[in-house]
C-alpha cells in the first residue's frame, strides 16, 4: 500500500514521524480502506449487483506500475512513443529512442537515488 503523506525538514524527530505515519497507513489499510470500500462504495455509490462487481474487478487488479507513475521525471519516456509516431509515422523510432536512451536511464537512476535514500 501506498501511503502518500509526507512530512515537514523541520520536524524535529523524522524517524518518529515516519514511523508513527507507516503504522497509521498500515492501520489504515486494514480498517479505513475496508471499511470505505464497504459502506460507501459498495452499499451507497454502486447501483447494482454488475457495478459491485466491476469494482471488485477493478480493486483486485489494481496494480502500481513504477515505470508509469515515474515516466515525466524520466524524461517522459512513455510519452516518447506516441510524440514520435505523431511526427514520423513509424519512420526512425527505434533510431530516436536508442539516441535518448542514456538521458532515460540517466533520470530514472536518479528517480531510483531518491528512493534509496529514503530509507
Known amino acids: 500500500m501506498v501511503c502518500?503523506?509526507?512530512q515537514?525538514?523541520?520536524?524535529k524527530d523524522p524517524e518518529m514521524s515516519g514511523t508513527i505515519l507507516e503504522a497509521m497507513?498500515?492501520?489504515s489499510n486494514y480498517s479505513v480502506i475496508p471499511?470505505?470500500?464497504d459502506t460507501v462504495l459498495?452499499?451507497?455509490v454502486t447501483r447494482d449487483e454488475e457495478s459491485a462487481k466491476m469494482l471488485d474487478l477493478l480493486r483486485e487488479t489494481?496494480?502500481?506500475d513504477f515505470g508509469y507513475v515515474h515516466g515525466v521525471p524520466a524524461g517522459g519516456i512513455f510519452q516518447l512513443f506516441g510524440d514520435q509516431?505523431?511526427?514520423y509515422g513509424n519512420q526512425n523510432i527505434t533510431s530516436y529512442i536508442e539516441s535518448q536512451r542514456k538521458s532515460i536511464e540517466t533520470k530514472f537512476n536518479e528517480v531510483i537515488?531518491?528512493?534509496s535514500k529514503i530509507s
Not at 8 to 11: E, I, L, M, Y
Request: with cysteine.
Open 25 to 27: 497507513c498500515a492501520e
Open 85 to 87: 509516431l505523431l511526427a
Open 62 to 64: 489494481l496494480y502500481f
Open 35 to 37: 471499511a470505505f470500500y
Open 42 to 44: 459498495m452499499n451507497k
Open 113 to 115: 537515488e531518491a528512493y
Open 8 to 11: 515537514p525538514v523541520s520536524a
Open 4 to 6: 502518500p503523506y509526507l
